[in-house]
T-cell receptor, first 113, second 111 residues
Framework: GAGVSQSPSNKVTEKGKDVELRCDPI?????LYWYRQRLGQGLEFLIY????????KSGLPSDRFSAERTGESVSTLTIQRTQQEDSAVYLC???????????FGSGTRLTVV | GEDVEQSLFLSVREGDSSVINCTYT??????LYWYKQEPGAGLQLLTY?????DMKQDQRLTVLLNKKDKHLSLRIADTQTGDSAIYFC???????????FGQGTELSVKP
């Protein structure tokens, strides 16, 4: 597609439920990244996929968080047993993996009530 | 370790120049980026600079890099009210690697 697409754009969930967030990267982009942005704060790195290499999961805050990517296509970020502190905007980005610009999606705003 | 620091707020008058500063700690940083985030919107890449450069200019934007001091700045000439946004500095260690972001500088442009 023309840009990075994320869905849903907004998600309200009850504490303790699982949620899945989806990211469609730009076609042909080998690298895909997930970030979290809490209200009024900067971006916190979560996980990074590059081609067929093992993902860099060093930013995942707990074992309730996981992400998958099939090949160089769609990625899903799953948060199990959501907590109120998980409320944030979850941003996905993709790049050609060569150090140039990273293109961000508009994000999914997750609210845990 | 990886750490990127920015001042949180900057206020300027329309028509003045704005200078947003950023410091980073990772001497292995190879690419340094500036992103703009308008209210309720995603991040827009403004410009980036490779670590073997010390300056890059793109229309009203000038990026200066002092690698010795690990200091990056973004100068916006003739600042307009439409430039009001949060500006994020970010660095990556290698090509296509993860970005480490600063906490963002909120630029307020007063008419």
């Amino acid at each position: 597609g023309a840009g990075v697409s994320q869905s849903p754009s907004n998600k309200v969930t009850e504490k303790g439920k699982d949620v899945e967030l989806r990211c469609d990267p730009i076609s042909g982009h080998t690298a895909l990244y997930w970030y979290r942005q809490r209200l009024g704060q900067g971006l916190e790195f979560l996980i990074y996929f590059q081609g067929n290499s093992a993902p860099d999961k060093s930013g995942l805050p707990s074992d309730r968080f996981s992400a998958e990517r099939t090949g160089e296509s769609v990625s899903t970020l799953t948060i199990q047993r959501t907590q109120q502190e998980d409320s944030a905007v979850y941003l996905c980005a993709s790049s050609e993996g060569t150090g140039g610009g990273y293109t961000f999606g508009s994000g999914t705003r997750l609210t845990v009530v | 370790g990886e750490d990127v620091e920015q001042s949180l707020f900057l206020s300027v008058r329309e028509g003045d120049s704005s200078v947003i500063n950023c410091t980073y700690t990772d001497s292995s940083s190879t690419y340094l980026y500036w992103y703009k985030q308008e209210p309720g919107a995603g991040l827009q890449l403004l410009t980036y600079i490779f670590s073997n450069m010390d300056m890059k200019q793109d229309q009203r934007l000038t990026v200066l890099l002092n690698k010795k001091d690990k200091h990056l700045s973004l100068r916006i000439a003739d600042t307009q009210t439409g430039d009001s946004a949060i500006y994020f500095c970010a660095e990556s260690r290698n090509q296509g690697g993860k970005l480490i972001f600063g906490q963002g500088t909120e630029l307020s442009v007063k008419p």
